[in-house]
């Protein structure tokens, strides 16, 4: 039985911009009812910093950091300790260039707040996009961060609720970023075999993986973005978004075997493995706990697919989708809908692609998987379009 962890990624600390010591932050994540929290100071990958890395409060925290270059193109950058180096990769080099090093050591790279904007009430923070979306290599994406869309929603005359109430009528991803995610996971037709091939695929083999956007899926998460700001007001210091209400807002769910061991070093690998696969959803964990919300493909052979996983595409393979709370669903073949539902439904995978759910909930959305792989195997290739270019 699938075991989903709730988790964070995208948290700032004492060590760059954030107010908080780092025992602090796992203290509020374990009370937020989080288990695992990915930290990403910026450009910092220092000895105390790094050396905090461990379980604490029952919260396994693992140590990366966000690649910042002035003015935009901003990485969260995840990994074992060689992968991530010494110290974090220059901030000057060429963000393509920076992917492909990092990728190419095995170090996890999302764009952070890629379809970054700025709402009318905060013209001094300046919004920090990514530029160029010919990219491609990057292990994921940031689709949804909890900071970035609050100070996009903020005006002069909502500025009181919004504070008060933050989070209140998030629009979720924008359609730019989302149909950017959808091209990059278009699956594509297997290559031409090698003419020296040591023996031709099984029947039910899964050809090798092939996607608009590279070799590998990749893979949507959300990030909160928590820094727990100090202001001087009336007198006092007051905290903006503290750690344990951002916490309980933007949750990654991983889908694992079990729960996570009590020791950093598994415990890192099973975060790492199954962020690197795409084996998780994301949800506003505000509308509701996400825990449960399934979507998994199964094929006449009893095999079985969930998100950031595959299967070769035959035509009796079914889809079903499941949610824990009253939703209405949405299913997408490559960015495309197919089928809609209400808490639940149950289609016929017509053709190859990538199946994600979405999920909304009191008219907001809530909740979104990362694709079910059903590829290509050769004859179907007819069925898949062209991918085209965000823009």
Request: proline share 10%; aromatic share 8%; charged share 20%.
């Amino acid at each position: 039985m699938t075991y989903h962890s709730p988790g964070a990624l995208h948290i700032h600390s004492v060590c760059s911009d954030g107010s908080g010591e780092l025992a602090e932050i796992a203290r509020e994540a374990r009370r937020a009812g989080l288990e695992w929290i990915g930290m990403t100071d910026h450009n910092t990958l220092a000895e105390a910093y790094r050396g905090f890395e461990g379980v604490h409060d029952g919260v396994a925290v693992v140590v990366g950091y966000e690649w910042t270059p002035e003015g935009g193109d901003h990485m969260l950058v995840y990994g074992e300790r060689p992968a991530l180096g010494a110290a974090p990769l220059d901030s000057t080099l060429p963000p393509a260039e920076a992917i492909r090093i990092l990728g190419t050591h095995g170090a996890l790279t999302h764009l952070a707040h890629p379809d970054e904007r700025r709402g009318e009430a905060i013209p001094s923070l300046p919004p920090y996009p990514w530029r160029d979306w010919s990219v491609r290599g990057m292990g994921g994406i940031e689709l949804w961060n909890y900071m970035s869309e609050w100070a996009e929603r903020l005006t002069p005359r909502n500025r009181l609720l919004h504070v008060l109430l933050p989070g209140t009528g998030l629009q979720g991803p924008t359609d730019r970023v989302l149909r950017w995610w959808d091209e990059l996971n278009v699956p594509l037709p297997p290559a031409p075999p090698a003419r020296r091939a040591r023996r031709p695929p099984a029947p039910d083999e899964l050809p090798p993986a092939r996607f608009a956007g590279g070799d590998r899926l990749t893979v949507g998460v959300s990030g909160t973005d928590a820094h727990a700001f100090k202001v001087r007001a009336l007198g006092r210091t007051l905290t903006i978004f503290p750690y344990r209400q951002v916490f309980r807002t933007f949750t990654n769910y991983l889908r694992l075997p079990g729960p996570l061991p009590s020791e950093i070093a598994p415990a890192r690998r099973m975060i790492l493995s199954a962020i690197a696969d795409g084996r998780l959803h994301f949800a506003n964990r505000r509308l509701g706990d996400a825990r449960g919300l399934d979507l998994t493909a199964s094929d006449p052979g009893g095999r079985v697919a969930g998100p950031g996983e595959a299967l070769p595409w035959c035509p009796e393979i079914e889809l079903r989708a499941a949610s824990p709370l009253p939703a209405g669903l949405t299913l997408l073949r490559n960015g495309v809908v197919v089928a809609r539902g209400r808490s639940s439904l149950a289609v016929v995978a017509g053709e190859p692609g990538a199946y994600r759910l979405e999920a909304r909930r009191f008219g907001e959305p809530w909740a979104f998987t990362n694709p079910v792989v059903l590829m290509p195997t050769g004859d179907d290739s007819r069925r898949i379009p062209e991918p085209g270019i965000a823009s």
